[in-house]
């Protein structure tokens, strides 16, 4: 299993919100009132780094931070069901 890693497209954005995990979709919605796409879009836009983690040419998942302080971050990932199967899980968490 491979996964590569790059800068979220805008295509990379609407594929995980269109295919966004359930749980994820609940989170965003109460945490902020978001869509998964107001979410993502906003997630990436506020943070200092963001990645889209692929594989075969699709997303799986888009996880950013942002530093609030010297030392101090926030982290977050939102993904599609994909990245719970196991063989992805499973690298995902070793490479990360």
Sequence with gaps: MTLTYRSPTASDILHVAENMRQE????????????????????????????????????????????????IASVWLLGTDALVAPTFCRTFLREA
């Design 24 to 71: 994820d979709i609940l989170e965003v919605a109460a945490s902020h009132g978001h869509t998964p796409l107001q979410a993502l879009a906003f997630a990436v836009t506020a943070s200092d780094r963001s990645f889209a983690a692929m594989h075969d040419g699709s997303p799986v998942c888009i996880f950013g931070f942002s530093q609030h302080a010297e030392g």
